[in-house]
């Protein structure tokens, strides 16, 4: 049954981009029986595993800060459902339209429900090894002239230490520094962000060494 149920949500038929973006749209104005048409519209297309993809390609593509908001909240509910019936290649592409999204999108509400999609699938991933590369962007991301950036990775960061702290272990080092240069950032917000992210961390101390480090 499991596997007929894959292979049906296989065949299903996803909408184009333009398609995609007038059901998203419609789930946006104040009229409910247009609401509920795009709902069982949405709710047919999620079960195909590359409904992600679909979404993250309306998240970097549409023109409307709303509907790249609310594509983003839907990636959310099920990408980590999702993730897992994905192929290799398309992991890759998630990972692409995630990092070149949280790179580029001006908008502050999309931009953190984007570090959310981030978050979400990176739980997963990383203690399977399938995205190794998102600390050094996340790094990278932490020292950039932008506070929208700087902010966003500390919002990743916090998110991640909270669950996979034994993992992250390693780089606690250099997360602290990071965090510790959010505290005195320019930047209210990035401030902000940084002590949530610094308390985050303080709570997989183990040994005297890390207790010396939380307080250097």
Same mark, same amino acid.
């Given at each position: 049954l499991a596997m007929k149920s894959?292979?049906?949500a296989a065949a299903i038929v996803l909408p184009s981009? =333009?398609?995609? #973006? &007038?059901i998203l749209s419609h789930l946006l104005v104040p009229d409910s029986n247009v609401i509920k048409e795009a709902e069982a519209r949405?709710? #047919?297309i999620s079960r195909a595993?590359?409904?992600l993809l679909s979404l993250l390609d309306q998240i970097t593509a %549409?023109?409307?800060p709303q509907v790249r908001q609310l594509a983003a909240v839907l990636a959310r509910r099920k990408c980590i459902q999702l993730w897992g019936q994905l192929n290799e290649a398309d992991q890759q592409t998630v990972k692409a339209l995630l990092q070149q999204s949280l790179a580029n999108e001006q908008h502050h509400l999309v931009r953190r429900s984007v570090a959310d999609v981030i978050s979400a699938i990176a739980k997963s991933a990383l203690p399977a090894g399938q995205w190794n590369e998102l600390l050094q962007y996340l790094f =990278?991301? %932490?020292? %950039?002239a932008h506070a929208e950036h700087r902010e966003v990775a500390l919002i990743v960061f916090s998110s991640l230490t909270d669950t996979l702290g034994d993992i992250l272990r390693p780089h606690f080092n250099q997360l602290q520094k990071i965090? &510790? &240069?959010?505290l005195a950032d320019s930047s209210p917000p990035v401030r902000i962000t940084a002590l949530r992210a610094f308390g985050t961390l303080v709570q997989w101390f183990r040994t005297d060494a890390e207790y010396e480090l939380g307080a250097s």
């Open positions: 894959r292979q049906t981009r =333009e398609e995609l #973006e &007038a949405i709710k #047919e595993p590359r409904y %549409s023109p409307a =990278e991301c %932490s020292q %950039s965090f &510790a &240069a959010g």
